[in-house]
């Protein structure tokens, strides 16, 4: 059973920086798979943040973080990161990782199979 486990939170202030971390465990039948982050703030939809094409390293981003943000995999890990730069109080929520099995980089939360429970970042002004 595919499991994801999030790490990496924590409260920053503004401008500051961390780096979430994704693992993985548990076997995935086939590396043709994507990894995206997703955040919820409170009282809000689960909006997507980045996704990567397991295999092949392809990435997307939503506007609001590029250039700021930065998803990464390593194999050897079975993880995946997400560099956040720069950050704004309005990138404070709950941020997931999940696994989406159709190698797109859907901004669909339905689309993802598995999901991790989340770690919170929170960025004060």
């Known amino acids: 059973q595919v499991q994801l486990v999030e790490s990496g939170g924590g409260l920053v202030e503004a401008g500051a920086s961390l780096r979430l971390s994704c693992k993985r465990s548990g076997r995935v039948t086939s590396t043709y798979y994507s990894v995206g982050w997703f955040r919820q703030a409170p009282g809000e939809e689960r909006e997507f943040v980045a996704a990567?094409?397991?295999?092949?390293?392809?990435?997307s981003y939503t506007d609001a973080v590029k250039g700021r943000f930065r998803i990464s995999r390593e194999y050897a890990a079975n993880s995946v990161y997400l560099q956040m730069n720069n950050l704004k109080p309005e990138d404070t929520a709950l941020y997931f990782c999940?696994?989406?099995?159709?190698?797109?980089?859907?901004?669909?939360?339905?689309?993802?199979?598995?999901w991790g429970q989340g770690t919170q970042v929170t960025v004060s002004s």
């Open positions: 999940a696994i989406n099995p159709s190698y797109t980089e859907s901004t669909i939360p339905g689309e993802y199979d598995y």
């Open positions: 990567v094409r397991w295999r092949d390293g392809t990435t």
